[in-house]
């Protein structure tokens, strides 16, 4: 199957959903990952001393690593302004994550949940309008989508991090991704390859958010457990 991921920044993908990317890709789905933005805009600039579209440069570098050590299919890096997704007009990006869909065909979608997790902006448009996109699509005749989920954390379960975290009830999941040993493993790699947040990761080890597994909501779908994998029941 064809699963596309679309998140607004670099490390979206490796920040919680990583095992499960990596879990797909061993398990011979094509997985795609679309980036809204460079994400040069980050504080971390300032550490460096460098400027918004240099960042976005570097940022980009540590992307194609995470392609490559993951073995995603494909990797798209869009430059819409990093911490300035509010200020667009919606259905500019939504022109723009419609044409990568309908391009890539996915079976399915994945972005944030309504929470964005760290509640950053970019994160809250991400999901009004890869949601839209896929009821518009839905609607217009794409039948090829079949399933959008959402990235979440499980209330209750999240551990301390440097800034505040949100997450669903675990009765609000739709699947709970397992994954290997050699999955974790894969993703851990992944993460390296972000070597300006590398102090960051090393103290706060992201990953440890979803050591029960990888969350999400399904929209529009209601299991009485939740699925092991995003591909499940399709």
Do not use: N, W
Not at 87 to 115: G, I, K, N, Q, S
Not at 186 to 215: F, M
Not at 216 to 223: I, M, S, W
Request: charged content about 25%; proline content about 6%; hydrophobic content about 40%.
């Amino acid at each position: 199957m064809t699963l596309l991921y679309v998140f607004p920044h670099p490390d979206d993908e490796s920040f919680g959903p990583g095992p499960a990317l990596a879990r797909q890709v061993r398990e011979g789905h094509a997985v795609h990952l679309l980036t809204l933005t460079k994400g040069g805009a980050t504080k971390v600039r300032h550490r460096l001393g460098l400027s918004i579209e240099e960042m976005g440069d570097v940022r980009e570098r540590e992307m194609r690593c995470v392609e490559r050590t993951l073995g995603l299919a494909s990797l798209t890096v869009l430059d819409l302004p990093d911490g300035g997704l509010t200020e667009m007009d919606p259905r500019a990006v939504e022109r723009v994550v419609e044409e990568h869909v309908a391009r890539l065909r996915p079976d399915v979608l994945v972005t944030y949940a309504v929470h964005g997790i760290s509640g950053f902006f970019d994160h809250l448009v991400s999901h009004a309008v890869v949601k839209r996109v896929y009821c518009a699509m839905r609607d217009g005749g794409a039948d090829y989508l079949r399933r959008l989920a959402l990235f979440t954390l499980v209330e209750g379960e999240i551990e301390a991090a440097p800034i505040p975290l949100k997450g669903l009830p675990r009765e609000k999941l739709g699947a709970l991704v397992t994954y290997t040993e050699a999955d974790l493993a894969k993703a851990r790699a992944a993460l390296d390859c972000y070597e300006t947040y590398r102090e960051t990761i090393a103290a706060h080890d992201p990953l440890r958010q979803v050591r029960s597994g990888v969350p999400f909501a399904l929209f529009g779908e209601a299991h009485e457990t939740p699925l092991d994998d995003l591909t499940e029941s399709l």
